[in-house]
């Protein structure tokens, strides 16, 4: 049973950067798909990308393409998702979660969140 | 992008009562649809997936039915652990996966 541990809240300024990661144990996750998906506050879900194996890259939904970058160190089973360029819209909770297979589908389970604060 | 649209955005309901939910897809989806369930301060939760199939851990009370661009999450009845918020998302065209806004079932 895979499960997805993230790192800590952040607090950055505008224009710099955050890395966040997402820890999986239980499993492999060259053989699934890692996404990455964020909520601002009092708001509703909103994919930002993920890992998809079965083309061995990272994909990235349109208005993210420019400033986010997902990566992977399989030695340590960590996934990482670095914003770049932020701003106070990038305030949220992002979220990593597994997909069931090597492409993005439904996503189970979710790492337990991590609040990224923008703010000067 | 499909762009998905759930409603009602809130429903008043009390417990011991059948619930529905509506996501509604911009363009077909065809079954690949899951539910998700969040309470406040918690990650959310997957219900059911390929439109009508239980999670593990989901109970019987949810059922998920539709294809094509109209689907529909029924809680046969509602528990009080239920008040939450419910979202729907579509995975069969991608980049990106698209979530629906959201509906939020609070206590009448």
């Known amino acids: 049973q895979v499960q997805l541990v993230q790192s800590g809240a952040e607090v950055k300024k505008p224009g710099s950067s955050v890395k966040v990661s997402c820890k999986a144990s239980g499993g492999t996750f060259t053989s699934y798909g890692i996404s990455w998906v964020r909520q601002a506050p009092g708001q509703g879900l909103e994919w930002v990308g993920g890992?998809?194996?079965?083309?061995?890259?990272?994909e990235y939904a349109q208005k993210f393409q420019d400033r986010v970058t997902i990566t992977a160190d399989e030695s340590s089973g960590t996934v990482y998702m670095e914003v770049n360029s932020l701003t106070s819209e990038d305030t949220a909770v992002y979220y990593c979660a597994k997909s069931y297979d090597e492409s993005p589908n439904w996503l189970d389970p979710w790492g337990q969140g991590t609040l990224v604060t923008v703010s000067s | 992008e499909r762009v998905m649209t759930q409603f009602p955005a809130t429903l008043s309901v009390s417990p011991g009562e059948r619930v529905t939910l509506s996501c509604r897809a911009s363009q077909t989806v065809n079954r690949n649809l899951a539910w998700y369930q969040q309470k406040p301060g918690q990650a959310p939760r997957l219900l059911i997936y390929?439109?009508?199939t239980r999670a593990t851990g989901t109970p019987a009370r949810f059922s998920g039915s539709g294809s094509g661009t109209e689907f529909t999450l029924t809680i046969s009845s509602l528990q009080s652990d239920d008040f939450a918020v419910y979202y729907c998302?579509?995975?069969?065209?991608?980049?990106?996966?698209?979530f629906g806004g959201g509906t939020k079932i609070e206590l009448k």
């Open positions: 890992l998809i194996p079965m083309f061995g890259r990272a």
């Open positions: 390929a439109a009508s």
């Open positions: 998302q579509q995975y069969s065209d991608w980049p990106p996966l698209t």
